[in-house]
């Protein structure tokens, strides 16, 4: 994560694909998506689109909640929805 926050002080992408891993261990956020979400705030025209397991949703709820995401996709990734997610960004 530390070197993805770094790149992003580089470049802008047009949208970033993460996945998201719950820890519960964490004290004060949820996973490490939050310190790269935290970062991609300040490019709004960047998309995020997340990757998570189903028993997890209510965790990435609670990140959703708080960072705009482009779109969640549950594993196993579905190729299409995955095609229409990243349509979406470069027809914008």
């Known amino acids: ?30 996973s490490s998506l939050e310190t790269l979400m935290a970062v ?9 689109i997340v990757f998570y397991e189903e028993e997890y949703r209510h965790q990435l709820e609670r990140l959703t909640s708080r960072f ?13 929805r995955l095609e229409v997610a990243l349509r979406a960004v470069v027809e914008a």
């Open 1 to 30: 994560m530390r070197n993805a926050t770094r790149l992003l002080k580089k470049l802008v992408p047009q949208v970033i694909v993460a996945e998201f891993n719950y820890q519960s261990d964490f004290r004060d956020r949820t």
């Open 40 to 48: 991609v705030q300040r490019l709004p025209q960047t998309r995020v």
């Open 68 to 80: 705009p995401v482009h779109a969640e996709l549950p594993f196993p990734v579905d190729e299409a």
